[in-house]
């Protein structure tokens, strides 16, 4: 049987987890927590990265599961301003073995993030770029 | 399950507890297996979720529902297994099992939220029982199956539908307060611009949009509150709880956030915003329809205010609604008696200030009000679809008239852009061509950008045809609206007009300067006129003159004039052009 062709989605928003950088990072790992079995379970890879004022987070999978995935993340009260910056099929998984990949924190808020309306291309490539380098995700 | 189910479930326990003290003391009177199924029997009778827990904190008893709710095997009694136990085999989350444990632990009575791993919400609710034990009672966050709607569901989102929700708005009207009646608010939601979703992705995609906005909607909502699609993309929200204005405006506010983040149907992101009006009973109306309908005025004025905004209904609401009809049925007789006028202002081709044609103005002369601007009944006459005949009145007219003058003077007829979607356009520029007489060239329609924004290939294709047959077709109010090469670009237009407000340097003169040099030049490039609007002074004929516009208008060459007074005016221009001067840029 040939798998369901797959579908990525790119997107950035603003977070509305306020306090201080522990506490953002605690609501991080709840978050990785309940996101990564669900994932796992759904064939859903992916990475989340997070700055002290948003969110970027490419998800990959079958579309049926990606679009039920990000329709779930699209009713957390944690975030807002979602802006999807490609939805598109994907040839391969960029990151493939990761059911979320924490790309981490990034100081301040980055550039590529703030845009008015960020190009989906380098956010992509900055995602894999951290994950990378926090996960060691093996290169494709 | 309400409040007053959860305590009746408690009590045969407490009674079960009273009957058997024994029980928690060790010395047993009667079977304690007896009780306990007796209990059991009763809480599963009732469909009761519920957990029984001892003084330890071990559990005594997990009914069949709250086993459900949990995601866990049942267990008949017991069995001596700890409630942490319990949890950490449950599909809560960690979190929910750590809030389920700590309300466990509390003295008296509480209560907490849970999500649980299937993402429902589930109520939890601590009663404390005689010695020491404790009952948590379980209750899904909405009441288990949809209210039933029978033939009022809406076929596509499940949602009432209109009847439905007039149903239950009549139904919520008649309880009292001791029934769950009392205040309560009307929330009527309506999608921005969804049409042009439907328009550009299909009718299917629109589809899957609905449902997913109708999820959505569930989701966000406290269980009691009722959803509902009234039709097409209006839905509309019975409020049960909270219902002061202020409490309803951030209901509002959250469902405008959730409701308006992006959604994926067939994996294509659609972007929508929402607007909201509402209305509270028994303020605002103590009929269904009246509420609805003053809740459908706030959303009017929500999104007369700009789209993605909410509105509470206030009386002015209705008086401004009120004014609206009126002007309605105003406009309706107008059009029937006669009322209109066509004003026509002339046209200038530079240098040598040669009168090529006039631009007919739609006045309204009110019996009662004088002359009403077209910018004040126009958007009412789109409303109320009276727009279409209006315009094939206008164009019929306007020909008739022209056919009057001198040729080749030709008539600029401005053309909303709901002609092309409300009304046979083309149909009506032939009839009026035919019934006149009049030389298709000599006639010009003028559409502005907006027109082309929302259908633009049907748009461009009655555009083609237009020309096909011979008339003119001129973009107007040019630099005001989006200004998108592009659309320049997406049809050859005989001629730019150039908005006043460039011309008049009330954006600045410089700044006015350099965007109709910009203007002309992108004419120029594209072999369009371009004809400056609102030149009233020498100064700005020759600045919009210096600046490369081929054609002007103005009170510098003529204001409006009525029918009876363009013989003068044409002849004046005869005169004008045998003595013509250069004028110095
Ligand atoms: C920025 C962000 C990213 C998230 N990513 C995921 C994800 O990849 N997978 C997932 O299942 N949940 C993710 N979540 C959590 C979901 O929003 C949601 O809370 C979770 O899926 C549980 O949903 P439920 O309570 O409806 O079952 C994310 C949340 C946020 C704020």
């Known amino acids: 049987m040939t798998p369901p062709p797959l579908h990525r989605v790119i997107y950035v928003s603003r977070s509305r987890i306020g306090g201080t950088e522990a506490r953002l990072r605690a609501e991080i790992d709840a978050i990785l927590a309940v996101a990564r079995p669900r994932n796992a379970a759904e064939n ?6 997070f700055t002290r004022t948003g969110f970027a987070q490419a998800l990959e999978g079958p579309l049926a599961a990606v679009q039920a995935t990000f329709e779930r993340i699209q009713r957390d009260p944690r975030h807002g301003d979602v802006l999807v910056l490609a939805s598109e ?52 | 399950m309400t409040p007053g189910t959860a305590l009746s479930l408690a009590r045969p326990v407490r009674d079960r507890a009273a009957r058997v003290p024994a029980f928690a003391n060790g010395a047993a009177g009667e079977a304690p297996g007896d009780s ?43 069995a001596g297994e700890k409630l942490k136990d319990l949890l950490d085999r449950s599909h809560l989350g960690p979190a929910a099992r750590q809030a389920l444990g700590s309300l466990a632990r509390l003295d008296g009575k509480g209560s907490a939220c849970l999500r649980s791993g299937a993402g429902a919400k589930i109520l939890a609710r601590r009663v404390a029982l ?68 439907n328009d550009t992705l299909g009718p299917a995609i629109g589809d899957q949009v609905l449902i997913a906005v109708a999820a959505r909607l569930r989701a966000a909502l406290r269980a009691g509150d009722l959803p509902a699609r009234l039709n097409g993309d209006e839905f509309a929200v019975l409020i049960h709880a909270g219902t002061g204005v202020a409490e309803l405006e951030a209901l509002a506010r959250r469902l405008m956030d959730t409701l308006g983040r992006p959604y994926l149907p067939d994996g294509q992101p659609v972007s929508l915003s929402l607007s909201v009006g509402i209305a509270r009973a028994p303020e605002d109306g103590t009929a269904a329809d009246t509420l609805l309908r003053r809740a459908a005025i706030a959303l009017h004025a929500a999104k007369a205010a700009g789209r993605a905004r909410l509105a509470a209904f206030t009386p002015e609401m209705q008086a401004r609604s009120e004014t609206r009809r009126q002007m309605e049925t105003d406009l309706r007789r107008a059009f029937a008696l006669r009322q209109f006028e066509l004003h026509y202002q002339p046209q200038v081709e530079l240098p040598d200030n040669r009168l090529f044609g006039f631009e007919a103005l739609l006045r309204w002369r009110h019996p009662a009000r004088g002359f009403i601007p077209p910018d004040q009944f126009v958007p009412v006459a789109e409303e109320v679809g009276l727009i279409a005949p209006i315009g094939a009145w206008v164009l019929a007219a306007a020909c008739a008239e022209a056919t009057r003058w001198p040729a080749p003077l030709t008539v600029a007829v401005n053309v909303s852009g709901l002609q092309f979607e409300q009304g046979d356009l083309l149909g009506a520029v032939a009839s009026a061509l035919d019934r006149t007489g009049l030389a298709p060239e000599r006639l010009e329609i003028e559409i502005t950008e907006s027109a082309l924004l929302v259908n633009p290939e049907a748009t461009l294709g009655i555009l083609h045809q237009l020309r096909e047959r011979g008339v003119r077709i001129a973009m107007d109010d040019f630099g005001t609206g989006y200004s998108s090469l592009t659309r320049l670009q997406s049809f050859p237009f005989d001629r730019i007009k150039i908005d006043r407000s460039f011309v008049s340097g009330r954006r600045g003169l410089a700044e006015g300067r350099a965007i109709v040099r910009a203007i002309a030049g992108l004419g120029a490039s594209l072999g369009m006129r371009t004809i400056a609007e609102g030149v009233e002074t020498e100064e700005q004929l020759a600045s919009v003159r210096a600046e490369g516009c081929t054609e002007v208008q103005g009170y510098l060459f003529g204001r409006p004039a009525a029918v009876c007074d363009l013989p003068a005016v044409i002849a004046g221009f005869g005169r004008r052009a045998a003595q013509v001067t250069e004028i110095p840029v």
């Open chain 2, 130 to 197: 005689p010695h020491r034990r404790t009952a948590l009672l379980l209750t899904p966050d909405r009441p288990p199956p949809e209210a039933p709607l029978g033939q009022h569901a809406d076929p596509l989102t499940g949602l009432a539908d209109r009847a439905g929700f007039i149903a239950a708005v009549t139904a919520r009207l008649g309880q009292t307060p001791a029934e769950g009646g009392g205040a309560f608010g009307v929330l009527v939601l309506d999608l921005d611009r969804f049409h042009v979703v």
């Open chain 1, 89 to 140: 099929p994907a040839g391969q998984r960029l990151f493939a073995g990761w059911a979320m990949a924490d790309a981490g924190l990034v100081a301040g808020t980055h550039p590529l993030l703030s845009a008015a309306s960020p190009a989906a291309a380098p956010v992509l490539t900055l995602l894999r770029d951290l994950a990378r380098e926090a996960e060691h995700l093996p290169v494709v």
């Open chain 2, 36 to 78: 306990e199924d007796e209990a059991a029997g009763l809480l599963a009778a009732l469909g009761g979720a519920a957990v029984l827990l001892g003084a330890d904190l071990g559990v005594d008893l997990l009914t069949e529902a709250a086993a459900r709710l949990l995601g866990v095997a049942a267990h008949p009694t017991g």
């Open chain 1, 44 to 49: 859903i890879t992916g990475a989340l990265l």
